[in-house]
């Protein structure tokens, strides 16, 4: 099936959401996705959490009874007003009140324990949810978009990120209810006790709002900074010890050293800046409260004096205002917590909310089994920035043939080969797989169908055989063993454990030779019908290459093959050879025609291919 004209444009746009971040935004956002699940232990934990906030606010009002009851003990105090235990003997009271301390400290203890429990398990379930939800993502963005960031600054992000909304859902979840709910307790006991007195601590209160909200916001936007400044160290870190053999070889070790201690340094003025916008808070609630303390000295003398209050009650609430004190405080520095893990949920949403370009079409099409003949259709690729990749390139590979790739460095080689199994899509014209435009069919079944083989193999921290059969969980350790011969891999058997050893962090215990050689292993087992090489002979010795070679052409017969070539033997084997120059083809046709040309092709294997042609 061949499909030349589509009703919509095929270069898809990214698409950003429109919804602001605003604090209720993000909140709404983060309940209905990740929290809405764990609603049943959410309000079971904010119930204990009530049990807490009551128990904490009874204390100041047993206090108040049971010093009234002493003082009436020792003769010394004028009879109760407004008492619970009015009816009960000073005595009685004496004896009680103890007891139920030593009772509200115990439903206390058990209720905070198990809403302790509780949000833990609902503040990780959510988080873990949420680095499983960003991986995902991550994983199914543009290629290009991937390549633009430093892989360490994806992991800052997936690691550091979430640690600031664990903490904001740990602290919200287990003090902002409590704290709350103590504090109306609290305001209510202080009424109840005496109002007048209750007024002139509550007068003060909404004077501390103003200035702790206003930190808060202040607090968020240098979080975010310091969030996306992690993001950038780490990416600096990675890149020096990804390059840790070029570091050190070429004595860079001072450069990186400072490359690095420059950013620590940033990251250490961000966060003083942060502890300094934090550490604002609690001085600010201190003087507020002793603001509430010296109003109630000062007012309760005057009651106490008209005989109105007893000093039972200026005692619960001097207790009552501490407790008050300590969950304003809390709830001060739950503000900046609360806005440093806001700050990270917006950039969480930020990276959920983009949208590949490179996706699956609704309707997805399958692409059926077929022998793999790729053609190009007058293919433009733009790169972002608008400059030239490549410019109406036409050509068709046959099933069975191998095409090579040539063309000075930066010629837009490695851009067709990432062009086939959409690695980037053309900004115009057609790259079609056994006539089905690739922007058609899904990613899964067209990748399915292609096995690359680039100049750097990838392996990753496992077995050579789980290296083999990656992707492919239910290959034999026949078809593996089969694979690893085909692709010249005798030196497995020389190491220990066979098969089974382990490669080492991106193959570090293997030669760049022997890990070039599992990733043809993996490609063979693939089976697929398409093969793009991306020269991956390169890095091997004169045996070995030949070795692999004679592998690879018994196995590129059967197939579609597109190679980027750097040597003439690569080269000389081709069926077809395109010359590339500046994103075009220049010259194309086999070897001996292209040398009979005279041209770029002739050019360049004087040049390029004579010294490597072994
Ligand atoms: N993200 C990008 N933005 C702009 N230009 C880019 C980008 N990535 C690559 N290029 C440019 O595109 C051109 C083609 O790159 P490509 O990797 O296809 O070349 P190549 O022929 O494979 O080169 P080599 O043989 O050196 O690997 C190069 O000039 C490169 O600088």
Known sequence: MKITNLAEPLVATDQTNPRPQTSANLLKRFWSVWLRHDGVS????????????????????????????????????????????????????????????????????????????????????????????????????????LNSEPSGAFAARFLNDINAVREAVLRAANSFVRDCLTLVGVIVVMILGDWQLALVCLIILPLAIGPVSMIGARLRKTSAQAQQQAADLAGVVEESMGGIR????????????????????????????????????????????????????????????????????????????????????????????????????????????EVPSIRDREPTMHLPKGPGRIEFEQVTFAWPDGSNGLDNVSFTAEPGQTLALVGPSGAGKSTILNLVPRLFDPTSGYVRVDGFDTRLVSLASLRHTIALVSQEATLFDATIAQNVAMGMPKASPEAVRAALDAAACDFVDRLDGGMLAQVGPRGSRLSGGERQRVALARAILRNCPILLLDEPTSALDAESETRVQEALERFASTRTTIVVAHRLSTVRRADLILVLNHGKIVERGNHECLMALGGLYKELAALQFQTRST
Do not use: C, H
């Open 246 to 353: 070029l570091v050190k070889s070429y004595g860079l070790e001072g450069f990186e050293a400072m490359r690095v201690g420059r950013a620590l340094t940033t990251r250490m003025k961000l966060l003083l800046k942060m502890a300094e916008q934090k550490g604002r808070v609690d001085p600010i609630l201190e003087v507020l409260g002793g603001l509430a303390i010296a109003g109630v000295f000062a007012f309760a003398g005057l009651r106490i004096a008209q005989g109105a209050a007893s000093v039972g009650t200026l005692t619960a609430f001097i207790a009552s205002l501490l407790l008050a004190a300590q969950s304003v405080r809390s709830l001060g520095g739950l503000n900046s917590v609360i806005q440093e893990g806001l700050s990270a949920l917006a950039r969480f949403f930020t990276v959920l909310d």
């Open 42 to 145: 959410l309000a079971l934990a904010t119930f204990l959490m009530a049990i807490v906030a009551a128990a904490s606010a009874t204390y100041p009002w047993l206090f108040g009874q049971v010093i009234d009851a002493l003082a009436q003990l020792s003769g010394g105090a004028a009879p109760l007003k407004a008492q619970v235990f009015g009816r009960l003997t000073p005595a009685t009271i004496a004896i009680l009140g103890p007891l139920a301390i030593i009772a509200a400290t115990l439903i206390k203890g058990l209720a905070l324990y198990a809403s302790t429990l509780l949000t833990n398990q609902v503040a990780l379930s959510a988080t873990t949810k949420i680095q499983q939800d960003l991986f995902a993502k991550l994983l199914s963005l543009d290629f290009s978009r």
